[in-house]
């Protein structure tokens, strides 16, 4: 697949800051959950995501070509929504609520995004892969401290292997600090996605479709992926930052990717 991948990959964030967004995008939710239940509504499904997305693709949309988002996961629009406040007028609010309400979110974004503009110091970053029978559990400096993050062992195996993959590392001889680096790239990830939640932002169509789409097709380039769910090693997905050490080229939305032939899968709306 003959592409342009000349672009200036970002420096990974320390694990010390992805903790503090993954804390950060948790307080944004709760917020929106406890203004809608003040004036008697659950959440509409979605609305806090669709609020997330059409703020991220409008930031890129409005930067110099090469240049990434800053800030890859919070809201950053500092007007009001209108989609947000459609979204939650759906959902049963009132107009004059919905709009006290999206005027409020978008105040509490902007705040909370602004103290990111510093990378946190990340040369504390210790993070402890705690391995029990079918599962990895991944905790921050101390091996029982909270939040930890969880994945099944098949899924540390792939991430594993992608990673040795991208860095040109052998899975079998990694030394003790190339071993740390992976479980902090992993921990980082997590928290990413985690923090990203939603409803069905993991969801991909079913292994043997990649099989029919290699095997016919000559395709093993995905548009829309991510190191959780890739079924081929070369995929674009929304979080070059935390996903390049797996493999990622960045935002299939992104001028620098650019290919200019090839067989891709994309997957349904």
Known sequence: MPASTNRIIPRAPSATSELK??????????KLHKACSKVGSAVPLLAMERWQCRSKLCEQLNLVADRDVEEP???CMRDVDDGLIKDLVRGGIQQHDAEKIAASLAEEAAKLSGSNEREEDGA????HAVFQGGVVDFHFRAPDAKPYMRIGRGHYEKLKALYCRTNALKQRDLTPDQLQRLHTSIFVLLLRYEALGGHGFQAAVGGQSFDVLYRELQCSFECFASPLNCRYDKFCS???DTDAAFGSLGSFFSSAFSPTEGKFEVPHP
């Open 73 to 75: 996961l919070l809201p």
């Open 21 to 30: 967004r993954f804390q950060q995008m948790k307080k944004l939710r709760s």
């Open 124 to 127: 504390a970053d210790v993070t």
């Open 238 to 240: 929304a979080f070059v």
